[in-house]
């Protein structure tokens, strides 16, 4: 954040020179610069750039308001909240009006007499882009009151006649003039409450009980709201729909390069996950996206593989501390304890009762297996499964450490295998060699080269 302006009165501010600009001016302006320029103003989206991207900005470019469809997880509250930087980053305000308004545009009647009163002394402040974007997420419990505003009784008790439009206390849609207004699952706003917004979105006013007011509002509004086939709570009714410039459907991530950035962006990871992990978490996510034992409606959000990550990520460093380990590594063994707690984030078709265990089981082994022939594709595993035929066997857990791991594996005279298998995953700490050659003993068992058994908190395979 660079300092604000210092300019502090209305006839500095035009002897500088500055223009005044409405929102969607500012937004437009904006971000054709950032286009002309090269520069990406949608940081931190991830496998939209050839869909949604574009609309989004013929949408804003048109001057629309926006509504984002789409199932949980898609990315539309983050979507919302990158318009915040397509504002300008300081902009002037005239000092202590309730509304904010521009200097040049005064919209109250309070803001109107001081203009008329001050002239060129008229105070000035600045106001950050961030202070510009107002977030309400819709409940039922929404009122008129805190979207548009009511009447302030304590302002009447103070002796102001109920006329007096000095009474009013305006809600979070006037004081957002200026700015960006967000509306997170704007089905669940009841209709009349809808009603209420229908000017706004046209007329760009407001209406409070029987007052004579009219304020010319410059808002953006946006919205998101999930798709009316799955979201039962309500619906947006067919005028204010009508209003919103742009309807944008929004998805999951098409490519798996794509899911596995969502990841690394969004997760905090208190231990380190190597890639490997991130990737089965990614096809695993894919892979109940595309299940028939799946209700597809509701989608699988990627806070699904979020939450994976950083469970794995806890349970590597739950270990470290219990058993004494030198670095908190995840490792294979740990998806287990992420499939133990995700369950309630998917919901399943009605026919599924009790066989939601086994269906992530079978998903998650599938993924590792995908996840096994993309790494280790070409690689000779032969001494390695040479030597379980011999007898070997290798023990493994969630308490079990890295080294112990690693001292537990059969020696394969003259060959290079382990090597080999943590080169094709860059891997060189213990905790990420670990994790590599547990990789590639699970790929052995999914193909049914080795034997496992599961028991107790350890894994054998021989």
């Known amino acids: 954040m660079t300092e604000a302006p210092t300019i502090s009165t209305v006839g500095e501010l035009r002897a500088s020179g500055h223009q005044h600009k409405h929102i969607r001016e500012e937004i437009r302006d904006n971000l054709l610069a950032a286009l002309a320029a090269g520069r990406n103003p949608w940081p931190g ?40 930087g397509l504002l300008d980053e300081w902009t002037p305000v005239i000092e202590g009006s309730e509304l904010g308004e521009h200097p040049y545009d005064p919209i109250t009647h309070a803001s109107k007499q001081r203009a008329e009163k001050l002239g060129d002394d008229l105070p000035i402040t600045w106001r950050h882009r961030a202070e510009r974007y107002s977030e309400k997420l819709a409940t039922p419990d929404t009122s008129v009151a805190d979207l548009i505003g009511d009447v302030d009784p304590m302002k009447v008790a103070e002796g102001r ?7 009013i206390h305006f809600g979070l849609i006037p004081r957002s003039h200026r700015g960006i207004v967000a509306i997170n699952e704007l089905p669940d706003l009841a209709e009349r409450i809808q009603v209420a917004m229908l000017n706004v979105m046209e007329e760009r006013d407001i209406q409070i009980r029987g007052y004579l007011l009219r304020l010319p509002l410059d808002v953006l509004v946006v919205a998101s709201a999930n798709p009316e086939d799955y979201t039962n709570r309500g619906r947006i009714i067919t005028p204010l729909k009508d209003r919103f410039g742009a309807e ?26 190597p890639d490997a992990l991130v990737e089965i978490l990614a096809r695993f996510t894919r892979a109940l996206r595309e299940s028939s034992s ?44 992420a499939v133990d707690v995700l369950g309630g984030k998917v919901e399943f078709e009605v026919g599924e009762e009790g066989r939601e265990r086994a269906v992530l089981d079978h998903l998650l082994r599938t993924s590792t297996a995908d996840t096994v022939r993309h790494l280790f594709k070409g690689l000779d595993l032969a001494p390695l499964v040479d030597a379980f035929e011999n007898g070997s066997m290798v023990t493994t857990g969630e308490r ?16 290079t295998v382990y090597d080999d298998i943590a080169e094709r995953v860059g891997a060189t700490t213990d905790g990420e060699r670990a994790c590599a050659i547990e990789l590639a003993l699970e790929g052995l068992y999914l193909i049914r080269k080795v034997g496992k058994q599961s028991g107790d908190g350890e894994t054998i395979y021989g």
Do not use: C, M, N
């Open 400 to 415: 079990v450490t890295a080294k112990d791991f690693i001292d537990g594996l059969p020696s394969l005279a003259g060959s």
């Open 248 to 273: 944008i459907r929004t998805h999951y991530p098409v490519e798996l390069d794509d899911e596995v950035a969502v990841i690394r962006q969004e997760a905090h990871l208190v231990a380190t996950v």
């Open 161 to 167: 006649s109920l006329g007096d439009p000095e009474t």
């Open 45 to 84: 989206l991830h496998g939209l750039d050839d869909t949604v991207v574009p609309q989004l900005e013929r949408a804003l470019i048109a001057g629309h308001d926006v509504v984002l469809l789409g199932e949980r997880g898609q990315g539309k509250t983050r979507i919302l909240r990158t318009l915040a």
């Open 294 to 337: 799946v209700d597809q409606r509701s989608g699988v959000s990627a806070r699904f593989s979020i939450a994976g990550a950083e469970t794995i990520a806890a349970a590597a460093l739950h270990r470290r501390v219990i058993r004494g380990e030198d670095d908190a590594v995840a490792r294979v063994v740990d998806l287990e304890t």
